[in-house]
């Protein structure tokens, strides 16, 4: 079965601090993997995509290890508004030209005043 | 923006009874998904569409059909509604060729009673 493992938290971190979510998953086959963000009762909103090299953007930087099969979102300076549940997600094809993607149940970050 | 909403957003409906969800999208997306979110579970694909007429099952696919006629709706058909189909219902499109980005609708809310 493909599955995607994430600690599901809660973090709860101070404002301004450093704080780092792992995800590991199953299919070595998988080939797109992304960070998503839900909000309380919202739909899942893409945080950004994760690539072999490591990207980064502004705060948020994520790391792939396709060996290991797994993957990272670290998040510097944290803010009151990065409160949210952050989704691994991994991406696979299934036939007839069409990717699937497979979820994690998601890491809890409560940042604190 | 994707240009995705849902409808209804929220309904509470019967044991037995028949209801239909409805996903309109503005951007002639090829892909669209349906997918369910339960306490304790990741994001679920119950089925999906590759272009009009064209659709499959995903992997919670059992008393759910779909169906798509235009490109702009995909709608989830919960034949006889039961207890355990409570959930929150979202879905999503492709972002385009070249990518199995997915982007979310705004979901809705399902009470079987």
């Known amino acids: 079965r493909k599955e995607v493992e994430q600690d599901p938290g809660p973090f709860n971190v101070p404002e301004g601090a450093t704080v780092a979510f792992n995800c590991t998953y199953s299919?070595?086959?998988?080939?797109?993997f992304f960070w998503y963000r839900q909000d309380c009762r919202k739909e899942p909103k893409l945080l950004m995509s994760?690539?072999?090299s490591g990207n980064e953007d502004g705060r948020f930087t994520a790391q792939l290890n396709r060996a290991s099969q797994y993957i990272s979102l670290l998040i510097r300076d944290s803010k009151l508004s990065d409160s949210a549940t952050y989704l691994c997600?991994?991406?696979?094809?299934?036939?007839?030209?069409?990717?699937?993607?497979?979820f994690g149940k998601g890491t809890k970050l409560s940042v604190i005043p | 923006d994707a240009g995705i909403t849902q409808s209804p957003r929220h309904k509470v409906t019967e044991t037995g009874t028949p209801v239909t969800l409805r996903c309109h999208q503005t951007e002639n997306h090829r892909y669209m998904y349906w997918y369910r979110q339960d306490p304790g579970h990741g994001l679920r694909l119950i089925h999906y569409?590759?272009?009009?007429?064209?659709?499959d099952k995903g992997e919670v696919s059992d008393g759910y059909s779909v169906s798509r006629s235009k490109t702009e709706d995909f709608l989830l058909t919960l034949e006889s509604a039961t207890s355990s189909q409570t959930s929150v219902y979202f879905c999503?499109?492709?972002?385009?060729?070249?990518?199995?980005?997915?982007?979310f609708g705004p979901g809705t809310r399902l009470t079987v009673l």
């Open positions: 569409s590759y272009g009009v007429k064209d659709t």
């Open positions: 999503a499109i492709r972002g385009g060729l070249g990518t199995d980005t997915q982007y």
């Open positions: 299919n070595s086959a998988s080939q797109s």
């Open positions: 994760v690539y072999s």
């Open positions: 997600v991994v991406s696979g094809y299934s036939g007839a030209g069409s990717y699937q993607l497979t």
